[in-house]
């Protein structure tokens, strides 16, 4: 399949000026944006969306990504629904278990079971089906329109599995490492087969970091925090480092950062976490640790992270492995991405052009 690039479009603004560069993403040629969904950080997505759709024409627009913790599901189905019949086809609904969104407000992410239960029950609402809460039942009188695709953001195996089984697609945040996205095609499959259904019907998005920079080196310290975000994380997205030979007990790691969680800022002295952090030179600092050599490495497993000439190498050398659709988050949470905007449109877009011909 043709390559498709999808970019983070940060909330970070007065709609107005989300939609202007929404615009400019889609004369830059992306194929898609992601509007973030933090509310005690960014702006509202859905607000920002219906303003972005009307200054465009083909870009595709979703939410990246949101919950049914900090949203009540009957909520969130009336925003999609409503901007989505603002254009038919480009709108698509991306949710995961809860990051920042429900941190910041002191509330645990969703277990499976829970996702399970409100993906199931989002479909029924969009599909203009009844549906019951607390002992009342009604339905979505807008609903049972053309309903957009729902994509379930994934690391760890149960998530992958879960979308297999109930989801249009999964937007997975995995290494990429030949041994880590064997693994993950095959938890998507497992989860597809377990519900009746095929593989090859599930549409699979690498999410990755996308930071270009003039040199190799301005693009790599920008990134570090996002690296050591991976190491300190466990489960999945540590394990991924591993089968590359990154182990975080080897590395002289701090020991604020060796305690740190999700869920306790206090732990950095940041706000609101490590990744999203207001003060980025603060996390800088703390990650200043990471040695040249790991720093390098990592930034080649969780994205295209590197001048423009490497990130067009790399997109060839994945795409001829079989990977076909990334979505690129920039550096930051507080400002838009210019500078990738502006190196894929002017450099990346025509190297690899022989890869998006098909769209």
């Known amino acids: 399949m043709a ?29 898609g944006v992601g509007l973030t969904d933090m509310q005690m950080l960014v702006r509202d997505p859905f607000v ?40 038919p086809g480009r709108v698509r609904v991306w949710m995961g278990r809860g990051d920042s969104a429900v941190y910041s407000v002191g509330l645990p992410h969703s277990t499976i079971k829970q996702m399970r239960e409100q993906i199931l029950t989002l479909r029924s609402l969009l599909a203009g089906e009844r549906v019951t809460f607390n002992g009342v039942t009604g ?75 003039d040199t190799m080196q301005e693009a790599r310290e920008l990134a570090r925090p996002h690296c050591v975000r991976w190491l300190i994380a466990g489960g999945a997205l540590t394990q991924g480092l591993r089968e590359a030979g990154i182990a975080a007990e080897r590395l002289p790691m701090p020991k604020e950062l060796v305690e740190a969680r999700p869920e306790a800022v206090s732990t950095l002295n940041l ?60 550096a930051y949470t507080y400002e838009f991405p210019h500078p990738e905007l502006q190196a894929f449109e002017k450099s990346i877009f025509p190297a690899i052009a022989s890869l998006r011909e098909a769209r």
């Not at 465009?56 to 599901?73: E, F, G, K, P, Y």
Request: charged share 25%; glycine share 6%; net charge neutral.
């Open 48 to 87: 920002s969306m219906a303003m972005a759709i009307q200054n465009t024409s083909r870009i595709r627009l979703a939410t990246a990504v949101t919950n049914v913790v900090t949203r009540h599901v009957s909520v969130l189905a009336c925003a999609i629904q409503s901007v989505a019949e603002l254009a």
């Open 271 to 330: 706000y609101p976490d490590l990744h999203h952090a207001e003060d980025w030179d603060r996390a800088k600092q703390l990650c200043a640790f990471l040695p040249q050599d790991a720093l390098e490495q990592i930034c080649d497993l969780i994205g295209f992270i590197g001048t423009p000439e490497h990130c067009a190498r790399r997109f060839a050398q994945l795409s001829r492995d079989g990977l076909d659709h990334f979505y690129l988050a920039g």
């Open 139 to 213: 339905r979505m009188r807008h609903g049972a329109s053309a309903t957009p695709p729902l994509i379930l953001a994934a690391d760890g195996p149960k998530g992958l599995e879960l979308a297999g089984e109930v989801a249009d697609g999964v937007l997975a945040r995995v290494a990429l490492h030949p041994k880590v996205v064997a693994a993950t095609r095959e938890r998507i499959a497992a989860g597809a087969r377990r519900a009746g259904r095929k593989p090859e019907d599930i549409k699979l998005m690498f999410c990755v970091n996308g930071i270009v920079r």
């Open 3 to 31: 390559l498709q690039i999808e970019l983070r479009v940060p909330t970070c603004a007065p709609a107005t000026e989300i939609a202007a560069f929404v615009a400019r993403a889609e004369r830059a040629g992306f194929d």
